[in-house]
């Protein structure tokens, strides 16, 4: 009887691999993400030097290549060992990392319909214990080649140029943009 009950308590085990190994939505990216400045081309040092840390800035929101048809939006409990909100109409992922979190929270990621590449992240306010990444596919966006882009950070309504109440770093790959953020609020992909 107790070998049947190991049997089957590895074979438990084993379906459960199985299973979770298999999801389509991970709850954690098959590679490092979380780390900007891993693999990727790196921030834009010159407009990140004279723009980084200036309130009040007006910033042109980059656009869509294609507009979003409807608002997106997506909803996750996430708690201390961090998680994984996929937005893929819009093309963005946002990775918490184990520790951002002390508790179980529901967070919810909102793309206004339109062109803009802009987000509303809740709970408004919610301050991370570690840098969360925001990952915006740019192959989905209007770019223009020699346009520095930057991340920031606003509030109220996404508009075609909104005023940053912070500037952020944008580090680049060949297909997408990554900005690091430590509380939830409103963020753009901008030029300046």
Same mark, same amino acid.
């Given at each position: 009887?107790?070998?049947?009950?190991? *049997? &089957? $308590?590895?074979?438990?085990?084993? #379906?459960? +691999? =199985?299973?979770?190994?298999?999801?389509? @939505?991970?709850?954690?990216?098959?590679?490092?993400?979380?780390?900007?400045?891993?693999?990727?081309?790196?921030?834009?040092?010159?407009?990140?030097?004279? *723009? &980084? $840390?200036?309130?009040?800035?007006? #910033?042109? +929101? =980059?656009?869509?290549?294609?507009?979003? @048809?409807?608002?997106?939006?997506?909803?996750?409990?996430?708690?201390?060992?961090?998680?994984?909100?996929?937005?893929?109409?819009?093309?963005?992922?946002? *990775?918490?990392?184990?520790?951002?979190?002390?508790?179980?929270?529901?967070?919810?990621?909102?793309?206004? @319909?339109?062109?803009?590449?802009?987000?509303?992240?809740?709970?408004?306010?919610?301050?991370?214990?570690?840098?969360?990444?925001?990952?915006?596919?740019?192959?989905?966006?209007?770019?223009?080649?020699?346009?520095?882009?930057?991340?920031?950070?606003?509030?109220?309504?996404?508009?075609?140029?909104?005023?940053?109440?912070?500037?952020?770093?944008?580090?680049?790959?060949?297909?997408?943009?990554?900005?690091?953020?430590?509380?939830?609020?409103?963020?753009?992909?901008?030029?300046?």
């Amino acid at each position: 009887m107790h070998r049947f009950r190991s *049997l &089957l $308590g590895v074979f438990t085990v084993g #379906v459960l +691999v =199985l299973v979770a190994g298999c999801d389509d @939505a991970p709850f954690a990216p098959h590679e490092d993400l979380s780390d900007p400045e891993a693999g990727l081309l790196g921030a834009q040092d010159d407009l990140a030097e004279e *723009l &980084l $840390g200036l309130t009040g800035a007006e #910033v042109t +929101v =980059l656009e869509r290549a294609e507009p979003l @048809a409807r608002t997106e939006t997506a909803s996750r409990t996430i708690g201390s060992w961090g998680g994984v909100i996929r937005l893929p109409e819009a093309g963005l992922t946002v *990775l918490v990392p184990r520790g951002a979190l002390r508790s179980r929270t529901s967070i919810t990621v909102t793309a206004p @319909a339109g062109a803009l590449v802009g987000y509303h992240f809740e709970p408004h306010g919610l301050e991370f214990r570690r840098p969360v990444t925001l990952v915006q596919d740019i192959t989905l966006t209007s770019l223009l080649n020699g346009r520095a882009l930057l991340g920031a950070y606003f509030q109220g309504p996404l508009e075609p140029t909104v005023t940053a109440l912070e500037i952020l770093p944008l580090y680049l790959t060949q297909s997408s943009g990554a900005i690091r953020i430590d509380h939830f609020s409103g963020y753009v992909i901008a030029t300046n």
